[in-house]
């Protein structure tokens, strides 16, 4: 039986592609902390979760993941465009800036994904308002926006990564 | 008379229901509360019907190759359309205006597919769909303007436009995540016609299938939490090709490696492909490309090296229509082709984008290709 290989090249190709992607990774800059006003993660106050992952945080806002461990349509709303809280939590949860998210879900919905972009609000009431009366909705706040004294009407705070926004550990900061 | 009886028990009824509204409205004089704030429903963009979405992506430009008169070229003109049906049922379609190198312009139904999402876990689709077959296919889809490079990589080049991979198909999509904690695993199982092969044949079996025999492909990807942006997957494709002469089966391996995230764009894919005559020789095609790129604001420095090798007495790949890509490429083009592109995506705006591109095709007994192109791509 004639062969005719030709994969030899492809093979140490790969290989070298591969320590090449582990090196780059490696530099790669990492996300810096930094000391300035909270973010709080909201959700509706019926939503057992209490506490979620960054990528987790990450899944539930780019529509990877599409339901609660209850069963419950996950609905994220955030803030409109411009604003600086979410230009920051894009970034430190996402990766991304707004325009990055914008094409994420572009992409996605050209792949045929069931991605769906987050609902957008144009004031944070509008926002809690929203995550009170939808039992999936997960939304984020500036903290001077949260009060966590039973005033916010149904939605309570979820901690990031086992920090609560008042902890000195807390990531998601403007 | 009876209903006269329940008509006035019901007059009974209200009249006690005011009475205890009104004792609980002076034993409790507080004020009711007021009703929430309607909730604001932003328009959402590019929805021309309440249920129908439309995108559509175009792309035109410039180009100048050695071998060729350079010329203004019109890509494609996409529409992209989407509809959710119900909750868990969806459908997709695409049509696509494309420029022919008889300077007709063709139409193609690219995609279209009623899918069904019952969970996370399962994904059902069917229709004509874009092949996972490797990375490139089925992220970037026709959409230039997603990608960061003027066009795709040789070995993931259309097969109407004279690549050699079936990257369109019709037939049965399944996908969905496994539970797999961190690994962040997904499968993909596809069954379809299959490619055809010959002399001007559409490779897209449309309507009837050559053969009996169905192409089938499976793949698996992983997105591992403690590397967001990374995804590592394979695929392996199955079919029996028919071409003149002894039928031939055919094996198509994929391996990627991928990093995305806000500034770094790393492809790295390996595809390896058998063609198998029955009783007859075997025939393996290796091909890869590695694309880097890093955003600075709004521009995108990229830089690919690509390499596709396959045997000069290929049984398949004879058959394979002229490349739309790399100009000098002739139909039935068999040998190595390699060589690497570099250029420069910039966004001036939210959504249309120029990229310049410079190629260099080095391809196995021809003269060297050098070729500069400048693409102007965008989406509304």
Same mark, same amino acid.
Request: aromatic fraction near 12%; glycine fraction near 8%.
């Given at each position: 039986?004639?062969?005719?290989?030709?994969?030899?090249?492809?093979?140490l190709?790969?290989?070298?592609?591969?320590?090449v992607?582990?090196?780059?990774?490696?530099? #790669?800059?990492?996300?810096?902390?930094?000391?300035?006003?909270? /973010?709080?993660?909201?959700?509706?106050?019926?939503?057992?979760?209490?506490?979620?992952?960054?990528?987790? #945080?990450?899944?539930?806002?780019?529509?990877?993941?599409?339901?609660?461990?209850?069963g419950?349509?996950?609905?994220?709303?955030?803030?409109?465009?411009?604003?600086?809280?979410?230009?920051?939590?894009?970034?430190?949860?996402?990766?991304?800036?707004d325009?990055?998210?914008?094409?994420?879900?572009?992409q996605?919905? @050209?792949?045929?994904?069931?991605?769906? $972009?987050?609902?957008e609000?144009?004031?944070?009431?509008?926002?809690?308002?929203?995550?009170?009366?939808?039992?999936g909705?997960?939304?984020?706040?500036?903290?001077?926006d949260?009060?966590?004294?039973?005033?916010?009407?149904?939605?309570?705070?979820?901690?990031?990564?086992?920090?609560?926004?008042?902890?000195?550990?807390?990531?998601?900061?403007? | 008379?009876?209903?006269?009886?329940?008509?006035?028990?019901?007059?009974?009824?209200?009249?006690?229901?005011?009475?205890? $509204?009104?004792?609980?409205?002076?034993?409790?004089?507080?004020?009711?509360?007021?009703?929430?704030?309607?909730?604001?429903?932003?328009?959402?963009v590019n929805?021309?019907?309440?249920? #129908?979405k439309?995108?559509?992506?175009?792309?035109?430009?410039?180009?100048?190759?050695?071998?060729?008169?350079?010329?203004?070229?019109?890509?494609?003109?996409?529409?992209?359309?989407?509809?959710?049906?119900?909750?868990?049922?969806?459908?997709?379609?695409?049509?696509?205006?494309?420029?022919?190198?008889?300077?007709?312009?063709?139409?193609?139904?690219?995609?279209? *597919?009623?899918i069904?999402?019952?969970?996370?876990? @399962?994904?059902?689709?069917?229709g004509?769909?874009h092949?996972?077959?490797?990375?490139?296919?089925?992220?970037?889809?026709?959409?230039?303007?997603?990608?960061?490079?003027?066009?795709?990589?040789?070995?993931?080049? @259309?097969?109407?436009?004279?690549?050699?991979?079936?990257?369109?198909?019709?037939?049965?999509? *399944?996908?969905?995540?496994?539970?797999?904690?961190k690994?962040?695993?997904?499968?993909?199982?596809?069954?379809?016609?299959?490619?055809?092969?010959?002399?001007?044949?559409?490779?897209?079996?449309?309507?009837?299938?050559?053969?009996?025999s169905?192409?089938?492909?499976?793949? #698996?990807?992983?997105?591992?939490?403690?590397?967001?942006?990374?995804?590592?997957?394979?695929?392996?494709?199955?079919?029996?090709?028919?071409?003149?002469?002894?039928?031939?089966?055919?094996? /198509?391996?994929?391996?990627?490696?991928?990093?995305?995230?806000?500034?770094?764009? /790393?492809?790295?894919?390996?595809?390896?492909?058998?063609?198998?005559?029955?009783?007859g020789?075997?025939?393996?095609?290796?091909?890869?490309?590695?694309?880097?790129?890093?955003?600075?604001?709004?521009?995108?420095p990229?830089?690919?090296?690509?390499?596709?090798?396959?045997?000069?007495?290929?049984?398949?790949?004879?058959?394979?229509?002229a490349?739309?890509?790399?100009?000098?490429?002739?139909?039935?083009?068999?040998?190595?082709?390699?060589?690497?592109?570099?250029?420069?995506?910039?966004?001036?705006?939210?959504?249309?984008?120029?990229?310049?591109?410079?190629?260099?095709?080095?391809?196995?007994?021809?003269?060297?290709?050098?070729?500069?192109?400048?693409?102007?791509?965008?989406t509304?």
């Amino acid at each position: 039986m004639k062969k005719h290989n030709s994969v030899a090249p492809v093979f140490l190709a790969i290989a070298i592609l591969a320590v090449v992607t582990a090196i780059w990774l490696t530099v #790669l800059p990492h996300p810096a902390e930094a000391a300035s006003d909270p /973010i709080v993660v909201i959700v509706n106050v019926a939503n057992p979760v209490d506490n979620l992952s960054t990528s987790e #945080l990450k899944k539930l806002f780019l529509s990877d993941r599409s339901r609660w461990d209850t069963g419950k349509a996950v609905a994220p709303v955030m803030i409109a465009p411009g604003a600086p809280e979410r230009t920051a939590f894009l970034k430190a949860v996402c990766g991304m800036n707004d325009s990055d998210f914008g094409k994420y879900f572009l992409q996605a919905a @050209f792949t045929g994904k069931s991605a769906t $972009a987050p609902k957008e609000m144009s004031s944070y009431a509008g926002l809690k308002t929203f995550v009170a009366n939808s039992p999936g909705a997960i939304g984020f706040v500036k903290a001077g926006d949260f009060h966590g004294d039973g005033s916010d009407g149904g939605v309570k705070a979820v901690k990031v990564d086992g920090a609560a926004a008042g902890d000195a550990g807390y990531k998601l900061r403007m | 008379m009876r209903r006269l009886l329940e008509l006035e028990a019901e007059v009974n009824q209200l009249k006690a229901q005011a009475a205890t $509204a009104t004792t609980a409205a002076v034993a409790a004089p507080a004020p009711a509360p007021a009703p929430p704030p309607p909730v604001e429903e932003p328009p959402q963009v590019n929805e021309v019907a309440p249920r #129908l979405k439309l995108n559509v992506f175009g792309d035109v430009g410039y180009e100048w190759y050695n071998h060729v008169p350079d010329t203004f070229d019109f890509g494609s003109l996409d529409l992209f359309m989407s509809a959710r049906l119900s909750q868990k049922v969806s459908v997709l379609g695409e049509a696509l205006f494309v420029a022919q190198s008889d300077n007709s312009v063709g139409v193609d139904v690219e995609r279209l *597919l009623l899918i069904y999402r019952q969970s996370d876990y @399962f994904h059902a689709s069917v229709g004509r769909y874009h092949t996972w077959v490797g990375y490139y296919n089925t992220a970037f889809n026709k959409g230039e303007f997603l990608e960061t490079a003027a066009d795709r990589p040789f070995i993931y080049a @259309f097969d109407d436009q004279g690549g050699v991979l079936p990257m369109q198909d019709i037939g049965v999509n *399944l996908t969905g995540k496994i539970p797999s904690g961190k690994l962040g695993l997904n499968y993909v199982v596809e069954a379809g016609n299959g490619r055809a092969w010959g002399v001007n044949l559409e490779p897209t079996q449309n309507y009837q299938d050559a053969n009996t025999s169905k192409s089938i492909n499976g793949g #698996l990807f992983a997105r591992p939490d403690k590397l967001p942006g990374l995804q590592v997957g394979f695929s392996v494709l199955h079919d029996n090709v028919t071409v003149p002469g002894p039928s031939v089966s055919e094996t /198509i391996a994929t391996v990627h490696a991928v990093f995305i995230n806000g500034n770094y764009e /790393i492809l790295n894919e390996g595809v390896i492909v058998r063609h198998a005559e029955s009783g007859g020789p075997v025939f393996n095609t290796g091909a890869f490309y590695s694309q880097l790129s890093r955003r600075f604001r709004e521009f995108r420095p990229y830089f690919r090296y690509q390499y596709f090798n396959a045997p000069s007495d290929d049984p398949v790949y004879v058959y394979a229509s002229a490349n739309e890509y790399a100009p000098l490429i002739d139909s039935g083009f068999v040998g190595r082709l390699n060589g690497p592109s570099a250029g420069v995506r910039w966004d001036f705006t939210e959504h249309p984008a120029v990229k310049f591109q410079y190629d260099r095709y080095s391809l196995r007994g021809q003269a060297t290709e050098n070729g500069l192109t400048i693409q102007f791509a965008f989406t509304f």
